[in-house]
């Protein structure tokens, strides 16, 4: 059941489903919230153990800088980027008809 | 797509200045020419002199977003985009990130770009931006983030009125990867009447500081620099801003200045009729000099940004920010004013250079050998006219080191005044480099005075009593035969030397 209180409401699946080019039914929709709902209940517990000391982090390694150097090395051939292609033409792949644009 | 344009009505442009404050901001991206891509080490076809003619050459497995492929920051990049912030007056981040913009088009094969998002490498600078009357005027800068650019999509059919489900789009991927970084400046105040003029000054500048640090090729007519011009309005008076457009595909200097204009003239004209500005995107098109609406304007929050899980974080040490810092060019403001005194020209014979566009192309010529007024006259002139006339900028029309070659043949008097004109037509027109044109068009001065001496005897046999009158003295009548023989000669002799063989010969 869809709860009033719930942080993932059914609009916002089917935002997040749409963003992600996903088609749901609307049983799965609800269903997913409830799961969803579920999800980040259990991350919240987190919150009661992290303490303002604790820095937030994206990354679990203590690593910093790893960089390349600027020299060209491999690359695929034409032949081999386009070998997974459904389609191609004159080099480049062909997709289908964009009806957005550029971000 | 949307082709309304036309139908766009416009305020008269002093009116909506009158009745409306425009605010402008501007996004520029910075292609960087380093060896390779900002994540893989495919070659970069942003780097000096790179051919990426044949699509999908210069792709990597990360630059497609394969499954398993991994991206690794390449350490150049990174270093020109601090030198780039420190440029901006930024200060540079301790510590940056990179985030994934999560989009679906068929331009990244990842679905995503990586890009930073709240913890961009450089934050919180300001630019000098030097006017057209010398008037300098500062703009302030938010950020300076590094990402990845996109591939490059080719829209094939349609406009051609077959709508029968055939339109494709085809996708080369030798972009996708390039490295970029892109200056978001704060909200532009108090520009006024000179709005459209100070954004054309401002990208300017951020070319002209590209081009000192050695980190882009700049070239507004191959991407390398692109501009997007956010322009809001608001009624005199009122504190909150009004609601902004953001104008893409701006690829020229003058482009900018048109595209503000425009839009501040066509929202004018919505507010004054009672209607609200829509938060979109809007195109920019060069031919009519109109824009036209894109996609509505979505949310940041759609692109689900995130942290990139496989890149760690970029922490510069002071002693590399230092370093960088250290190796800065001057500022375009000061070079300019050490050029002026090199090149010997007065303050208005500069500003015409500066103002036209063409300072880069014409410091380049004379770093090739060129005397500075000579490459002044070329760029200023005829080149300078053919661009007006074409409404390009002037340095995408021939190379400094072709005008430099140029120069060099009408010195060594290879080239008379009018060939060189010839002969750089034949330049622009890509028939190849001066010395080429000369020989396809056979072009030359003819300097073989037998040759020139066989032309006069001729002339003068045939005019017996022009060659009477310069015996007895009068030495203007010459001017007949040195018609006849220049035409002759198709044009393509020194005059003044003809003129000495026509005497020294009436004289034999």
Known sequence: MPDASAEITVADVQHLAGLARIALEPGEIEHLAGELNQIVDSVRKVQEVATPDVPATSHPLPLVNVLR???VGAV???QQVLSGA?????????????????? | ???????DVLMDYDEALERFEPVLGFEVHVELSTATKMFSAAPNPAAHGADSSVPNSMVAPVDMGLPGA????????????ISLGLALGCSIAPSSRFARKNYFYPDLGKNYQISQYDEPIAFEGSVEVELEDGVTWTVPIERAHMEEDAGKLTHVGGSTGRIQGADHSLVDYNRAGVPLVEIVTKPIY???????????????TIRDIVRSLGISEARMDRGNLRCDANVS???????????????????????????????????????????????????WHEDTGTTSAGRPKSDADDYRYFPEPDLLPVQPSPELIEELRAALPESPVAFRKRLQADYGFTDSEFRDIVNAGVLAELEATVAKGAAPAQARKWWLGEILRIANARGVDAGTLVSPIHVSELIALVENGDLTDRLARQVLEGVVAGEGSPEQVVAARSLKVVSDDSALIAAIDTALASQPDVLQKIKDGKVQAAGAVIGAVMKAMRG?????????????????
Do not use: C, W
């Open chain 2, 233 to 283: 309005i608001r009624p005199r008076g009122q504190a909150r801003l009004g609601t902004r457009t953001e104008t893409k595909n701006v690829n020229s200097l003058r482009s900018v200045e048109r595209a503000v204009r425009y839009e501040i003239q066509r929202q004018a004209a919505i507010l004054a009729a009672g209607g609200s500005i829509v938060q979109e995107t809007r195109h």
């Open chain 2, 492 to 508: 393509q002799a020194d005059a003044a030397r003809v003129r000495e063989l026509v005497l020294e010969r009436a004289q034999a």
């Open chain 2, 190 to 204: 108090g520009t006024e009447h000179r709005a459209p003029e100070i954004g054309k000054a401002y990208v300017a």
């Open chain 1, 69 to 71: 150097a600027d020299e």
């Open chain 2, 1 to 7: 797509m949307a082709g309304a344009s036309a139908k």
């Open chain 1, 86 to 103: 459904p389609d191609a033409f004159d080099g480049r792949f062909r997709v289908p008809a964009i009806l957005g644009e550029e971000q």
């Open chain 2, 70 to 81: 991994l991206p690794l920051v390449n350490a150049q990049a990174v270093r020109y985009s």
């Open chain 1, 76 to 78: 695929l051939t034409q």
